[in-house]
């Protein structure tokens, strides 16, 4: 009887630690068991997806891609669209789509969804604003940018994620911020997967900052080189953003988020 008892004791130990671990493991992980974006070690592969159409679903790559929602990145042309609210996207003023484009995204399942641009907007600089036909669902991901205010000094040095036209990810340097431009650099050092040296075609390409578990989107490429493009957490670009996309539509609000 006492043998019985200590198996029960030890199954239900056994147990509450399986059931603690799950629990752990889930903590971990984002919606629908995403994992969170952490930079990745040096020469890890670039690619987003292991296989890509724009007509059909897709299938991501495994490894450290996986933890960056690239949910409201659209791919599907060159001149790359991102989404800023659920019926807005952002793109290069001189590389942008015109309207009745086709607007292609895939969720973090691959899942595909297909809108149109029916509106469009320039905004301050490099900056064009278009309006979707229909707003995206809540799995299509809609990106924060930086809360004006920032100390743009403190920005040097910081590690960014920089997009390209081939669905890949970057890790570059930002080289500084002025009079509503962020540059970036190359890592010397090479500490954190690859750098690449933008070229036509990677125009429109978004660049994101990583801040806590969420991606922070600071620009859209505008040149070559280590990439540089609008700060869109300059008071006066952002402010012009939120106009032109109110023209548009009123009834959505662009989020922003405090750098730290």
């Known amino acids: 009887m006492e043998k019985q008892h200590c198996r029960r004791s030890r199954v239900i130990r056994l147990c509450a630690s399986a059931l603690l671990g799950l629990l752990t493991l889930a903590s971990c992980e984002g919606p629908s068991g995403t994992v969170s974006p952490t930079l990745p070690p040096s020469k890890a592969p ?23 929602d690239m949910s409201g990145v659209s791919f599907n042309d060159t001149r790359t669209a991102t989404l800023i609210t659920p019926r807005h996207v952002v793109m290069a003023k001189h590389y ?36 979707l036909d229909e707003p995206v669902p809540a799995n299509y ?33 930002v080289s500084g911020v002025r009079g509503g431009i962020i540059g970036f650099k190359h890592d010397e050092a ?35 080189g280590p990439g540089a493009g609008p700060y869109y957490g300059d008071p006066a670009v952002q402010a012009s953003i939120r106009a032109a996309a109110a023209k548009l539509d009123p009834s959505y609000r662009i989020r922003t988020l405090k750098l730290r």
């Open 46 to 68: 670039p690619q987003i997806f292991a296989k890509y159409s724009p007509d059909r679903n897709a299938k991501l790559a495994e490894g450290w891609t996986r933890g960056f």
């Open 96 to 131: 942008s789509r015109p309207a009745a484009a086709p607007v292609v995204f895939h969720d973090r399942s691959g899942k595909r969804i297909e809108r149109k641009i029916i509106g469009l907007m320039g905004a301050q600089g490099d900056v064009m604003v278009g309006l």
């Open 141 to 173: 991901t809609s990106y924060p940018m930086p809360e004006p205010g920032f100390d743009l000094g403190s920005l040097v040095g910081r590690p960014v994620i920089v997009s390209d036209q081939k669905r890949s990810l970057f890790v570059h340097l």
């Open 190 to 224: 090479e500490r954190y997967g690859w750098g690449k040296n933008l070229v036509v075609g990677d125009s429109g390409n978004p660049s994101f900052l990583i801040v806590g578990k969420q991606l922070v989107l600071v620009e859209a490429h505008t040149t070559g």
